[in-house]
């Protein structure tokens, strides 16, 4: 009769003074408390913005969100004008960026000679360091001139039926807005989206070129999907540069605290409005209501960056199924 082998007992786990002197115990520990930092620090924003907003917030609580008034000299608040600028001028700047952006990381990535695609990611990332102040500087002296005397024309020329497009048009407001903040945004989704496309295994590349695919249909079809959650989180990080945005917009928005439907008129940003009445905000209720619009924005961030993340996830989740 066959006796059975002997059961093979898993080694010893080790003590926790050998983990100690192995270090386990000593890097968990310091990277915990590296991790805890950056959980303790957002939570104490959020703390801090709440105490400093709590006039503002007894006095007007959630009808701060939706109230249009912004009447300082009447000590009357509302957010409503601010979100709306800030959501509308990111929004068009994601429009305008988004396509520029990807595409110019794809062409960069897969398309240009690499000397040339050297050159300019080089260019691209000059770009992306130069000031906000800067491009509100530039925007002031060629890009409203040109935005008011022949591009909303034109728009309004061509699609003036459009409440959109309509009213009369002064070079500032949510579309120049707009305007600069995509310019401001689309170095960063190149770089972002290039990085991306370039981390694409070449197996994958030359796998689509064997079965008898051409090099745009290579990219396209397979380089691309491949990569579409490091641009989709270029995109994200696009739109929280857009929506914090401050010194460019504010010169070039026109600073109105109402809400327009024509993407000519002038509007106002939480950014901007905070970076333009804080130092002369007076009593108690005034400077409140800046700190709860800043808790506005940071709340929205992290709103919209939590959407970006479950999209990843979903994505991410339907492809690996479908695999």
């Known amino acids: ?13 080790k003590t926790y003074s050998a983990r100690l002197r192995g270090g386990d115990e000593v ?10 930092v950056v959980l303790a620090i957002t939570a104490l924003l959020v703390y801090e913005l709440w105490i400093w907003g709590l006039p503002a917030e007894k006095k007007f609580g959630f009808g701060f969100l939706t109230s249009r008034m912004w009447n300082p000299v009447e000590e009357q608040f509302g957010a409503l004008p601010f979100i709306y600028g800030t959501v509308l001028t990111s929004v068009i700047a994601l429009f305008i960026s988004v396509p520029l952006g990807v595409g110019a990381a794809i062409y960069l990535s897969e398309l240009a000679v690499p000397k040339l695609s050297n050159s300019l990611t080089f260019l691209v990332e000059l770009l992306a360091a130069v000031p906000s102040v800067i491009f509100g500087l530039l925007a002031i002296f060629t890009l409203v001139p040109l935005m008011r005397d022949y591009v909303e ?14 009213g009369p ?7 120049t807005a707009g305007v600069i903040l995509a310019i401001m945004t689309f170095p960063f989704i190149i770089s972002v989206s290039r990085e991306a496309l370039l ?9 689509a070129l064997a079965l008898g695919a051409t090099k745009w249909e290579s990219t396209y079809q397979v380089v691309v999907p491949f990569a579409k959650l490091g641009i989709m989180g270029s995109i994200f990080l696009g739109l929280a540069r857009a929506l914090g945005e401050t ?13 327009h439907a024509s993407l000519f008129a002038p509007g106002y940003t939480i950014a901007a409005v905070i970076a333009n009445e804080f130092t002369e905000a007076t009593g108690n209720v005034y400077p409140a209501a800046l700190v709860e ?12 960056n939590g959407l970006a993340r479950l999209l990843i996830i979903v994505t991410s989740g339907k492809g690996t199924a479908k695999a």
């Open 1 to 13: 009769m066959a006796t059975a082998p002997p059961a093979v007992l898993p080694p010893p786990s």
């Open 27 to 36: 890097a968990w520990a310091i990277t915990l408390f590296f991790a805890s």
């Open 153 to 166: 024309p034109g728009l309004k020329a061509a699609f003036g039926f459009i409440p959109l497009f309509s």
């Open 169 to 175: 048009t002064y070079g500032v407001g949510y579309l």
């Open 199 to 207: 981390s694409v295994p070449r197996e994958q590349r030359e796998a």
């Open 247 to 259: 010194m460019a917009v504010t010169m070039v928005i026109g600073n109105d605290p109402s809400i």
């Open 293 to 304: 619009l800043g808790l506005v924005l940071f709340l929205i961030t992290i709103v919209i």
